[in-house]
């Protein structure tokens, strides 16, 4: 005698299945839990700049036909060990109110450094409530993580002859800054 699939017993069979199904992947399928702690910590790269001039001292004998020099260096270190962890590009500029007829010129005291310093342009502007006069060289670049110092000479000039009495009241403010920023990977 043949047995007739009736529903109900469809509906054991799909049970069986599903009860066999369910112990097979079970006992078979893995699981896997992976947990991780850590911490971590960051820290900004130092920058270091240091630079000291003193032009009041230097210039207050300056009369019409001299020339004054001021020496100054550039480094990228604050004291021994602390050294820039990151490249500097940077400009000098010399301001001025324009009151004395004062000419500027910077050049390196040691020329082997000619790669890294900086080169010079003269730059002029006007404002509506005064004139200012600048004088900027650009171009200067210190490396990072290596300590190296860039010194300068300033050479200010009085054109005139001794007896130009035209300015024996006059003052003049000049102001030399030394402006640096982070660069980019120098191209080799």
Known sequence: MKKQ?????????????????????GITNARYYITGAGTGSAQAAAVAMNSTIDLTEKLSELKPGNTKTITFAVNNYKEAGKISEVSQDYSITVTTTGNLPLQYELSLEDETQKDSVITGNYVKWETPSQESF???????????SVEEEHTYVLAVTWPGDENQDSYADEIDLITLTVDAKQAGAKPD
Do not use: E
């Open 5 to 25: 699939l009736t529903m109900r017993r469809v509906i054991c069979y799909l049970l069986y299945f599903l009860f066999v199904c369910m112990l097979v992947f």
């Open 134 to 144: 600048s004088t900027i060289w650009n171009g200067g670049y210190l490396p990072h």
